[in-house]
């Protein structure tokens, strides 16, 4: 079973960045499409980001795009959110998410297999 194992987060200002890492512990990393969600006090789950299993492929929520980047390096079974220009409303506890033997990200959370234990992030004003 596929172990996720989120990094990086913290309370950061606005305008500010943050490096989120996604660690996984097995070998078939490299063969499932990877993906980040949030969620803030209150409100349900929220789809982030999510990258194909090469990771030539990337799809973002409208309210992240231009401003975060997805990536991953299969040589070291990681997944990365870079999140630039941050704001008070991305305060969230995010999560990655592994979707098992896909090769296209997907945007909704019922197709990810296995996901991590999350890490908070919080962008004061």
């Known amino acids: 079973q596929e172990q996720l194992v989120e990094s990086g987060g913290g309370l950061v200002q606005a305008g500010g960045s943050l490096r989120l890492s996604c660690a996984a512990s097995?070998?078939?990393?490299?063969?499932?499409?990877m993906g980040w969600f949030r969620q803030a006090p209150g409100k349900e789950r929220e789809f982030v980001a999510a990258?194909?299993?090469?990771?030539?492929?990337?799809i973002y929520a409208d309210s992240v795009k231009g401003r975060f980047t997805i990536s991953r390096d299969n040589a070291k079974n990681t997944m990365y959110l870079q999140m630039n220009s941050l704001k008070p409303e991305d305060t969230a506890v995010y999560y990655c998410?592994?979707?098992?033997?896909?090769?296209?990200?997907?945007?909704?959370?019922?197709?990810?297999?296995?996901w991590g234990q999350g890490t908070q992030v919080t962008v004061s004003s």
């Open positions: 097995e070998r078939s990393f490299g063969s499932n499409a």
């Open positions: 990258i194909s299993w090469s990771g030539s492929s990337t």
């Open positions: 998410a592994a979707d098992r033997g896909a090769a296209y990200p997907l945007r909704r959370a019922y197709n990810y297999d296995y």
